[in-house]
């Protein structure tokens, strides 16, 4: 995802064949920071929020892991979430 978009920034100002100056590639670079940033910041939230339950300690920990994980499996949460990082 991210090296589509990127290519697809860099084709706008013309990049590849080299025509762009150079504040047309740094439009460009923030135009791609623009769009991926969004989605990688929530993947990063969520990736740190599945880490933490994962790893919580003890009998309890086990605990509300199995079921946290059981109840997103059958709902169909954790599929969105796997398929949102894809």
Do not use: H
Not at 59 to 77: A, E, K
Request: positive net charge; aromatic residues 8%.
């Amino acid at each position: 995802q991210d090296a589509v978009c990127l290519a697809r920034c860099l084709k706008g100002v013309g990049f590849a064949g080299g025509a762009a100056a150079g504040r047309d590639v740094e439009a460009a670079l923030w135009k791609y920071t623009a769009q991926r940033l969004p989605p990688v910041a929530v993947l990063g939230l969520e990736s740190s929020f599945l880490g933490q339950v994962e790893t919580l300690p003890g009998s309890l920990g086990s605990l509300v892991r199995d079921n946290f994980f059981r109840l997103t499996g059958r709902t169909g949460i954790a599929g969105l979430v796997f398929l949102n990082g894809a």
